[in-house]
């Protein structure tokens, strides 16, 4: 954006959306600014959001050369506007434990088949996810072997075709 504008781009405002656009020749580009960033970041704060998220972090200035903004001036006027200048994320005090083993659950009338002894629905299958044969509500997410089991909320059925949690 930075190189487009300094070749002679011209630059313009779209109002409705709050946000900067240029154009030279048949070229054409709509993107973020720093103001653009304050805008969005008062209209999180009154809407009483609880944060921001940002898609492409690779299209910020991340060395300061191209904008002559500094490094990083989008990420940083968004954490300015959200109050967090100070300091980088911190790490827990103490390390989380590592997860062991996935705790095996059983829904109301679906026990019984077993079968897998200890070793679990997932041992020896591809990571992914897999119905559970026994309770259409019900889907297993296998990792390295590891079981974890979920289930959809009350009303919905786990669908294979997408993966995901549906209307039966």
């Given at each position: ?108 009338g679906s026990g019984g088949s077993g ?54």
């Open positions: 954006i930075c190189s487009l504008l300094s070749s002679g781009a011209t630059q313009a405002w779209d109002e409705p959306q709050d946000v900067p656009y240029a154009y030279k020749g048949s070229e054409w580009v709509g993107y973020d600014n720093v103001k653009s960033f304050g805008l969005k970041v008062d209209w999180l704060k009154k809407n009483n959001f609880g944060g921001a998220m940002v898609w492409a972090l690779d299209m910020d200035d991340f060395t300061g050369d191209f904008c002559k903004e500094g490094k990083y001036p989008l990420i940083s006027s968004l954490k300015k506007g959200l109050g967090l200048q100070s300091g980088d994320c911190v790490p827990p005090s103490e390390p989380l434990p590592p997860i062991t083993e996935a705790p095996t659950t059983t829904s109301g079968g897998s002894g200890g070793s679990g629905f997932c041992a020896g299958k591809p990571n992914g996810i897999y119905a559970d044969p026994n309770n259409k509500r019900n889907f297993y997410s296998c990792l390295n072997g590891q079981t974890f089991v979920q289930s959809c909320e009350q009303g919905l059925v786990f669908d294979p075709a997408c993966s995901c949690c549906n209307w039966p």
